[in-house]
């Protein structure tokens, strides 16, 4: 209270020495022209014409005075208000402490109170380190913010990066495929001339031997001879042994026997060449 005592009565003397200013300076062209008149009965008219002035002007003169003195305790009050604030905080931070404290039932022996008084220096320490941290960061000033529109931009760029990235390993992947692709078709289309027209048939005909056991591949190699050469045995009859159709079977039921004689062979053979003739 001592210290809102003497705040005030320094601002009372502060708004006076404010206020007279003002009226002076509102005065002052007044009395300059009261100056003009000289001469006898000079002095009444000055009076009389000051106090015309002032008749005239008194309601300006209020309500500027009264403006100048309500502007001034607007700033008496809040320097009151800041001079009070670290006073009252203290106040109501030791109040409140000491209300942490208290217990339901207060017990007067030692061992309470001195955990009582334990915990009031805790809490002391606890606010004299926080305290330290304010003025640490108010010393150490406002801590530069990152602007999000640029760090919006940086992500992007950092996208539309990655995303070319992509796109060119992405492309450089096609490319060797279709390159593979290409060598893998040219190695076939090679390998395939050097093997010849056949190649497929005789890969075909070997896979039909494995199934067959090989029996009838072998006895068509026969009758193909036979054909090749029609002249010399025209008249002999071949005999072609069909192998089982499951080579499991056994005996002369599962076997089949078929007479091909030459002579139908080698009609067959012209027959064709001729049908072959006329379609050309």
Same mark, same amino acid.
């Given at each position: 209270?001592? !210290?809102?005592?003497?705040?005030?009565?320094?601002?009372?003397?502060?708004?006076?020495?404010?206020?007279?200013?003002?009226? +002076?300076?509102?005065?002052? +062209?007044?009395?300059?022209?009261?100056?003009?008149?000289?001469? *006898?009965? /000079?002095?009444?008219?000055?009076?009389?014409?000051?106090?015309?002035?002032?008749?005239? *002007?008194?309601?300006?003169? &209020?309500?500027? =005075?009264?403006?100048?003195?309500?502007?001034?305790?607007?700033?008496?009050?809040?320097?009151?208000?800041?001079?009070?604030?670290?006073?009252? +905080?203290?106040?109501?931070?030791?109040?409140?402490?000491?209300?942490?404290?208290?217990?339901?039932?207060? &017990?007067?022996?030692?061992?309470?109170?001195? !955990?009582?008084?334990?915990?009031?220096?805790?809490?002391?320490?606890? +606010?004299?380190?926080? $305290?330290?941290? @304010?003025?640490?960061?108010?010393?150490?000033?406002?801590?530069?913010?990152? $602007?999000?529109?640029?760090?919006?931009?940086?992500?992007?760029?950092?996208?539309?990066?990655? $995303? /070319?990235?992509?796109?060119?390993?992405? /492309?450089?992947?096609? $490319?060797?495929?279709?390159?593979?692709? =290409?060598?893998?078709?040219?190695?076939?289309?090679?390998?395939?001339?050097?093997?010849?027209?056949?190649?497929?048939?005789?890969?075909?005909?070997?896979?039909?031997?494995?199934?067959?056991?090989?029996?009838?591949? /072998?006895?068509?190699?026969?009758?193909?001879?036979?054909?090749? @050469?029609?002249?010399?045995?025209?008249?002999?009859?071949?005999?072609?042994?069909?192998?089982?159709?499951?080579?499991?079977?056994?005996?002369?039921?599962?076997?089949?026997?078929?007479?091909?004689?030459?002579?139908?062979?080698?009609?067959?053979?012209?027959?064709?060449?001729?049908?072959?003739?006329?379609?050309?």
């Amino acid at each position: 209270m001592g !210290i809102v005592g003497c705040r005030l009565n320094r601002e009372q003397k502060r708004i006076s020495r404010n206020i007279a200013p003002h009226v +002076q300076d509102a005065l002052l +062209q007044v009395y300059r022209d009261a100056l003009l008149g000289t001469g *006898k009965g /000079s002095v009444t008219r000055q009076q009389q014409y000051v106090h015309d002035a002032i008749n005239e *002007k008194r309601g300006n003169l &209020f309500e500027d =005075t009264a403006n100048t003195l309500k502007k001034r305790l607007d700033v008496a009050a809040n320097e009151l208000a800041q001079s009070i604030r670290p006073a009252l +905080q203290k106040i109501a931070q030791r109040a409140e402490i000491n209300l942490a404290v208290l217990y339901e039932k207060v &017990f007067d022996n030692d061992e309470d109170g001195e !955990i009582r008084e334990r915990l009031l220096a805790l809490l002391d320490t606890v +606010q004299s380190n926080l $305290d330290a941290l @304010k003025r640490a960061r108010e010393l150490r000033g406002p801590t530069p913010r990152a $602007d999000p529109a640029r760090l919006n931009n940086d992500d992007d760029d950092e996208d539309t990066d990655e $995303d /070319s990235a992509e796109d060119d390993i992405a /492309s450089g992947d096609g $490319d060797a495929d279709d390159q593979d692709i =290409t060598r893998d078709g040219d190695s076939e289309e090679q390998a395939e001339c050097e093997a010849g027209p056949h190649a497929g048939s005789s890969v075909e005909d070997a896979e039909v031997d494995e199934e067959t056991g090989g029996g009838l591949s /072998s006895e068509l190699d026969h009758v193909a001879d036979a054909q090749d @050469k029609p002249a010399a045995n025209s008249d002999t009859d071949v005999i072609m042994d069909v192998v089982p159709a499951h080579p499991g079977d056994k005996g002369p039921s599962d076997a089949i026997k078929v007479e091909v004689k030459m002579e139908d062979i080698v009609e067959d053979g012209r027959e064709s060449d001729d049908s072959i003739g006329k379609d050309a």
